[in-house]
């Protein structure tokens, strides 16, 4: 039996990744920095509380492990990237958790040998804010590149914005979830849930521009079979994205919510002008649009479904995320506009 390890094995896609792994037949262990869930069964993994920052102790607890696979899910410093590529140089597969927020360019889709990285600086290198996210990963998208050049198994899965549910039987009951860069880091509250709340609420709900705003998006599962795909198909310095085979406009997004809910919703649509009348920017909806920019933000995937990956079919992605998200506390109303603003602008357009 092949061992694996899975670096921030507790976080969203982490955990999914363990569950995959599993399911695969790999004998699983996962480091993360601590137990989210002390009511969390890992009957089946091994499960080692260590912090990436503590380098002896991280090295250690690797040495002890033994790995043949590592799937990194928690590295977003080029520095950590550097000490990776070192401890995992004798690995059969090293897969990092890069971003679709590499790109710098609005290619459309963008491709991963194709549409140019963020350049990175000393500037970036202590920033911690979503500013410096994207040229952080792409800094260490390079380390890995440069590794397997040197002759580690390393390669780079970059997924976009990541959505499904949180819990999972038996690895992590209550954890918060994950999407990233806004398309992929760990610790933001699913945008999903906003929208599915919102929808299971109101029989009209507010959605900015003519709702064919595009923000690829790529469920959970998705990208744990791709991370397992990628360390046993993928060849060395190579990237490969991940994101929904099919992809969906805004509007799309909410008229299958309310599909999986069984109800139905209208949807009425808002000018930037229109919501700036009662407060608002078309910004301050998720999923409109790439960080408000006028281009969609589209991943090719054709180069990791070469490798036999596929995606599962957005209706029983989002069916398996509604009934989650409705089974949780989560509410999304980290992401509320505001309802009583958009009942203004509702108003308005009724007069």
Excluded at 153 to 174: C, F, I
Aim: aromatic residues 8%; negative net charge.
């Amino acid at each position: 039996m092949a061992s694996a390890l899975v670096v921030g094995g507790t976080g969203f896609v982490g955990r999914h990744a363990v569950a995959d792994l599993l399911e695969h037949g790999y004998d699983v262990t996962a480091f993360s920095r601590r137990r989210r869930d002390s009511s969390d069964s890992w009957d089946a993994v091994t499960h080692v509380e260590v912090d990436r920052t503590d380098a002896e102790a991280f090295r250690a607890a690797v040495h002890r492990t033994d790995p043949d696979v590592v799937l990194d899910c928690a590295l977003f410093h080029p520095d950590h990237a550097r000490s990776a590529v070192e401890t995992f140089a004798d690995v059969d597969a090293y897969v990092y958790v890069s971003s679709g927020g590499v790109y710098a360019r609005d290619d459309v889709p963008k491709r991963e040998s194709v549409t140019p990285l963020h350049s990175f600086s000393s500037d970036h290198a202590d920033d911690d804010t979503m500013a410096s996210y994207g040229p952080r990963k792409a800094e260490c998208d390079r380390i890995v590149t440069r590794a397997a050049e040197d002759g580690v198994a390393a390669t780079s899965v970059r997924p976009t914005m990541v959505y499904g549910p949180k819990s999972l039987d038996g690895l992590a009951g209550s954890a918060s979830g994950s999407v990233s860069w806004a398309p992929d880091r760990p610790g933001i509250q699913n945008h999903h849930e906003y929208w599915i709340h919102r929808v299971d609420e109101y029989d009209r709900v507010v959605v900015p521009g003519d709702g064919t705003a595009i923000w690829h998006r790529v469920y959970v599962e998705d990208v744990a079979s791709a991370l397992r795909i990628v360390a046993e198909e993928g060849a060395p310095g190579e990237a490969y994205n991940v994101a929904d085979r099919l992809v969906l406009t805004m509007e799309d997004v909410v008229a299958l919510v309310a599909e999986t809910l069984d109800t139905s919703v209208e949807v009425v649509h808002a000018s930037r002008r229109e919501l700036e009348a009662v407060g608002l920017t078309p910004d301050d909806f998720v999923l409109y649009h790439h960080l408000g920019r006028n281009y969609p933000h589209v991943l090719s995937t054709c180069k990791l479904a070469a490798l036999g990956w596929d995606s599962t079919p957005v209706e029983v992605a989002m069916e398996r995320t509604v009934e989650d998200a409705l089974a949780s506390d989560r509410d999304g109303k980290a992401f509320d506009p505001g309802r009583a603003a958009e009942e203004r602008f509702l108003d308005s357009i009724a007069e």
